[in-house]
């Protein structure tokens, strides 16, 4: 049979393949460290289960509205106004099988041919793929580890065009962990005023961040911006709920309605008693979540200290998230040929940069035990000495 020329056009995800092949590799047998892969490794809080059993037992389900439970709708509307100082009501909400449905829905619900999107790199490696799959254009921006890898007012002006309709934020950013200051985010927030593009701003890390103040979200930079502005988030980070696929996007109430008509022709609602998990985790003690923070914190300082020891690899200080992103440019090999023999030849996964834009760097995931960091990252030192 004929593939659709649109599927033609994408490509499988890296970090699932590897994810997958390190999975595999350890079916057979081979003691492999993995850093690929991104998802906690906690079980979902306590509480979040129960709420799910107990929507199950009393019945919760069967089929719900296409755009969520009435009563998730609320509790999304009402975080984003107490946490995020984000104007928002229910029907400015839609719940989601995931942030990366979010992000896809969003994309088919807006893009027309030809419309671009800015997405700085190094990006999450999904974001091309979908603005391509909605027939949009990425417009990939350079970023440097001068600028933390975030990209610049300046940077941003010179990209837009007439056809731009979107800039992509993701702070704190996959893969890089770095986070965005509130003088940068109003810094941008004024560019996308005065040029009237609008932004998706990913802050499914929103809650794990390792400075003092909380992340400003580009919504909450001005009055203007609320309406300039979709946030995609979701439970799978901050909660240990990534095989749940429950997300949502917030922005004007004209996208969610068609955003909700695409998904009652394709998804319908997301899992019904699903949904009561979520609303626990956000109407009940944030404990859990503070909980999840201490232990990565713990871990990242003992991966940059470790990676810090390493010579030939520099390596930035991530705001936020569970990533390190390591420049290798250094040792003489792409990051491809780097993570492939780091695999096949010292059992140790991790993720190519050149999947998200930056060939010069390798993605590790400390969202995994410290035996594992540990032991992974002896076997890291003794490759790069062999380089
Ligand atoms: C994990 C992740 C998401 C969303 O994940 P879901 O499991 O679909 O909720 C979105 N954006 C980034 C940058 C991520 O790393």
């Known amino acids: 049979m004929e593939r659709a020329a649109r599927v033609a056009k994408v490509t499988p995800s890296v970090t699932l393949a590897i994810t997958a092949k390190a999975k595999a590799m350890r079916a057979e047998g081979l003691d492999v460290c993995s850093f690929s892969a991104g998802e906690p490794n906690f079980p979902t809080p306590k509480h979040v289960v129960v709420a799910a059993q107990k929507a199950l037992d009393e019945g919760k389900t069967r089929y719900g509205p296409a755009a969520g439970e009435p009563e998730l709708r609320r509790a999304i509307a009402t975080k984003l106004r107490t946490y995020n100082n984000v104007e928002c009501q229910p029907e400015n909400v839609i719940v989601t099988n995931g942030g990366k449905h979010s992000l896809y829905g969003l994309f088919m619900a807006t893009l027309n041919a030809g419309d671009e999107v800015i997405i700085p790199a190094p990006y999450w490696v999904s974001y091309p793929e979908m603005v391509i799959l909605a027939d949009g254009e990425p417009v990939i921006v350079q970023t440097t580890a001068a600028s933390g890898y975030k990209i610049t007012p300046e940077q941003l002006r010179d990209a837009i065009t007439p056809r731009t309709k979107f800039l992509v934020l993701n702070s704190p950013s996959n893969p890089t962990g770095q986070v965005y200051s509130h003088e940068e985010i109003r810094a941008i927030a004024q560019v996308v005023e005065e040029t009237g593009i609008y932004v998706v701003s990913d802050e499914i890390y929103e809650k794990i961040i390792y400075g003092e103040k909380p992340c400003l979200s580009i919504a909450a930079a001005s009055a203007a911006m609320a309406a300039r502005t979709f946030i995609s988030n979701g439970f799978a980070k901050a909660y240990s709920m990534t095989g749940w696929r429950l997300g949502y996007l917030a922005g004007p109430a004209a996208v969610i309605r068609d955003m909700a ?127």
């Open 261 to 387: 008509t695409l998904q009652s022709h394709s998804t319908s609602n997301v899992c019904t008693f699903a949904q009561y998990g979520a609303i626990a985790a956000l109407n009940e003690s944030q404990d859990c979540v503070e909980t999840m923070r201490l232990a990565f914190a713990e871990r990242r300082e003992a991966v940059l200290a470790r990676i810090g020891e390493i010579d030939g690899l520099s390596c930035g200080v991530p705001g936020g998230a569970f990533y390190v992103f390591p420049d290798i440019s250094k040792l003489g090999l792409g990051s491809v040929e780097f993570c492939d023999r780091l695999l096949n030849e010292h059992h140790v996964a991790a993720i190519p940069g050149a999947a998200f834009g930056a060939d010069g760097n390798v993605r590790f995931s400390y969202a995994t035990d410290m035996d594992t960091i540990m032991k992974g990252l002896d076997r890291l030192e003794k490759f790069v000495k062999s380089l």
